[in-house]
């Protein structure tokens, strides 16, 4: 069982930035962080591997979002820049089973219980 902990959301205005953090009892995973709206489903947004080697990013998010961890820290962290109102969301953070990414949308084993993000226009 891994427990995860994030941290970091709040109020921002179009075009700022936030850094989200994920702290994890272990951090021997692959790592992703995902976002859901209300009334949407819950939509990919980046992942990593163990090594941090490997990273992939959904189509809405790549070249403003940066996903990165410290494994020294057990901690994940999703660097927001340039935010858009259509990122409003609740933001989790999940971890693989495994250390690789080679399914990074799917094969999620543990989740947390997200942090919430505003951007207000």
């Known amino acids: 069982q891994v427990q995860l902990v994030e941290s970091g959301g709040g109020l921002v205005q179009a075009g700022g930035f936030l850094r989200l953090s994920c702290v994890a009892s272990?951090?021997?995973?692959?790592m992703g962080w995902f976002r859901q709206a209300p009334g949407k489903e819950r939509e990919f947004v980046a992942a990593i591997s163990w090594s941090g080697g490997n990273t992939v990013y959904a189509d809405s998010v790549r070249g403003r979002f940066t996903i990165s961890r410290d494994n020294a820290k057990n901690t994940v962290y999703l660097q927001m820049n340039s935010l858009v109102p259509e990122d409003t969301a609740v933001y989790y953070c999940?971890?693989?089973?495994?250390?690789?990414?080679?399914?990074?949308?799917?094969?999620?084993?543990?989740w947390g219980q997200g942090t919430q993000v505003t951007v207000s226009s």
């Open positions: 272990s951090s021997n995973y692959a």
């Open positions: 999940a971890a693989q089973g495994g250390q690789l990414l080679l399914r990074p949308y799917v094969g999620y084993k543990w």
